[in-house]
Nanobody, 129 residues
Framework: QVQLVESGGGSVQAGGSLRLTCVISGLDYKRISMAWFRQAPGREREEVAAIDCEWRTTYADSVKDRFTLSQNKEDGTKTNILYLQMNDLDPDDTGIYYC???????????????????WGQGTQVTVSS
Protein backbone atom coordinates (compact mmCIF):
# COMPACT_ATOMS: atom_id res chain seq x y z
CA GLN A 1 0.00 0.00 0.00
CA VAL A 2 1.34 3.42 -0.99
CA GLN A 3 1.84 5.88 1.86
CA LEU A 4 2.83 9.53 1.68
CA VAL A 5 4.22 11.46 4.63
CA GLU A 6 5.06 15.15 4.41
CA SER A 7 7.33 17.12 6.72
CA GLY A 8 9.20 20.39 6.83
CA GLY A 9 6.42 22.90 7.23
CA GLY A 10 6.63 25.75 9.68
CA SER A 11 6.36 29.48 10.25
CA VAL A 12 8.68 31.92 8.52
CA GLN A 13 8.77 35.60 7.72
CA ALA A 14 8.29 36.90 4.21
CA GLY A 15 11.41 36.41 2.15
CA GLY A 16 12.40 33.30 4.06
CA SER A 17 12.79 29.73 2.87
CA LEU A 18 11.49 26.29 3.73
CA ARG A 19 12.15 22.84 2.34
CA LEU A 20 9.29 20.35 2.35
CA THR A 21 9.90 16.62 2.15
CA CYS A 22 7.48 13.87 1.14
CA VAL A 23 8.39 10.23 1.61
CA ILE A 24 6.35 8.05 -0.74
CA SER A 25 6.69 4.41 0.23
CA GLY A 26 5.26 1.12 -0.92
CA LEU A 27 5.62 1.83 -4.63
CA ASP A 28 5.73 -1.05 -7.06
CA TYR A 29 6.34 1.37 -9.93
CA LYS A 30 8.66 4.24 -9.13
CA ARG A 31 8.17 6.01 -12.44
CA ILE A 32 4.97 7.66 -11.39
CA SER A 33 3.47 11.13 -11.57
CA MET A 34 3.86 13.07 -8.33
CA ALA A 35 3.00 16.58 -7.25
CA TRP A 36 2.76 19.14 -4.50
CA PHE A 37 -0.54 20.89 -3.87
CA ARG A 38 -1.54 23.55 -1.40
CA GLN A 39 -4.75 24.81 0.08
CA ALA A 40 -5.17 28.16 1.78
CA PRO A 41 -8.15 28.99 4.00
CA GLY A 42 -11.14 29.86 1.87
CA ARG A 43 -9.40 28.85 -1.34
CA GLU A 44 -9.53 25.81 -3.56
CA ARG A 45 -6.67 23.38 -3.54
CA GLU A 46 -4.15 24.23 -6.24
CA GLU A 47 -1.31 22.33 -7.83
CA VAL A 48 2.00 24.00 -7.03
CA ALA A 49 4.52 21.76 -8.77
CA ALA A 50 4.51 18.38 -10.45
CA ILE A 51 6.88 15.84 -11.93
CA ASP A 52 5.91 13.34 -14.58
CA CYS A 53 7.14 9.88 -15.49
CA GLU A 54 9.83 11.36 -17.73
CA TRP A 55 11.09 13.44 -14.76
CA ARG A 56 9.87 16.69 -16.29
CA THR A 57 8.73 19.33 -13.81
CA THR A 58 6.01 21.95 -14.09
CA TYR A 59 5.17 24.83 -11.78
CA ALA A 60 2.26 27.13 -11.11
CA ASP A 61 2.95 30.63 -12.41
CA SER A 62 2.75 32.01 -8.90
CA VAL A 63 5.75 29.98 -7.71
CA LYS A 64 7.96 29.83 -10.79
CA ASP A 65 11.53 30.96 -10.11
CA ARG A 66 10.94 30.65 -6.35
CA PHE A 67 10.06 26.98 -5.80
CA THR A 68 12.03 23.96 -6.96
CA LEU A 69 10.74 20.40 -7.01
CA SER A 70 13.26 17.59 -6.90
CA GLN A 71 13.28 13.93 -6.04
CA ASN A 72 15.47 11.16 -4.76
CA LYS A 73 14.53 7.89 -6.39
CA GLU A 74 16.09 5.77 -3.65
CA ASP A 75 17.27 3.09 -6.06
CA GLY A 76 16.69 -0.46 -4.91
CA THR A 77 13.77 0.45 -2.65
CA LYS A 78 10.04 0.95 -3.02
CA THR A 79 10.40 4.59 -1.97
CA ASN A 80 10.57 7.93 -3.74
CA ILE A 81 11.35 11.09 -1.81
CA LEU A 82 9.92 14.31 -3.15
CA TYR A 83 11.25 17.70 -2.11
CA LEU A 84 9.91 21.21 -2.53
CA GLN A 85 12.45 23.94 -1.94
CA MET A 86 10.58 27.19 -1.36
CA ASN A 87 12.50 30.47 -1.47
CA ASP A 88 11.46 34.10 -1.18
CA LEU A 89 8.25 33.08 0.54
CA ASP A 90 5.28 35.43 0.51
CA PRO A 91 2.24 35.55 2.84
CA ASP A 92 0.18 34.33 -0.14
CA ASP A 93 2.14 31.06 0.06
CA THR A 94 0.49 30.30 3.39
CA GLY A 95 -1.51 27.09 3.44
CA ILE A 96 -1.47 23.37 3.99
CA TYR A 97 0.87 21.66 1.55
CA TYR A 98 0.09 18.15 0.39
CA CYS A 99 2.03 15.75 -1.75
CA UNK A 100 0.24 13.33 -4.04
CA UNK A 101 0.94 10.61 -6.53
CA UNK A 102 -1.00 8.84 -9.24
CA UNK A 103 -2.20 5.26 -9.03
CA UNK A 104 0.63 2.78 -8.54
CA UNK A 105 -0.36 0.67 -11.49
CA UNK A 106 1.26 -1.28 -14.31
CA UNK A 107 -1.10 0.65 -16.59
CA UNK A 108 1.01 3.55 -17.88
CA UNK A 109 -2.02 5.76 -18.48
CA UNK A 110 -3.13 5.44 -14.86
CA UNK A 111 0.34 5.79 -13.39
CA UNK A 112 1.64 8.59 -15.61
CA UNK A 113 -1.34 10.35 -17.13
CA UNK A 114 -4.11 9.72 -14.65
CA UNK A 115 -5.42 11.50 -11.60
CA UNK A 116 -3.57 11.80 -8.32
CA UNK A 117 -5.15 9.15 -6.14
CA UNK A 118 -2.90 8.93 -3.09
CA TRP A 119 -2.36 11.87 -0.72
CA GLY A 120 -0.39 12.72 2.35
CA GLN A 121 -1.82 14.26 5.48
CA GLY A 122 -0.38 17.71 4.73
CA THR A 123 2.07 20.05 6.40
CA GLN A 124 1.28 23.63 7.42
CA VAL A 125 3.26 26.52 5.98
CA THR A 126 2.69 29.96 7.47
CA VAL A 127 4.39 33.05 6.08
CA SER A 128 4.08 36.29 8.02
CA SER A 129 4.63 39.76 6.64
Amino acid sequence: QVQLVESGGGSVQAGGSLRLTCVISGLDYKRISMAWFRQAPGREREEVAAIDCEWRTTYADSVKDRFTLSQNKEDGTKTNILYLQMNDLDPDDTGIYYCACARDSADYSKRCLGAFTSWGQGTQVTVSS
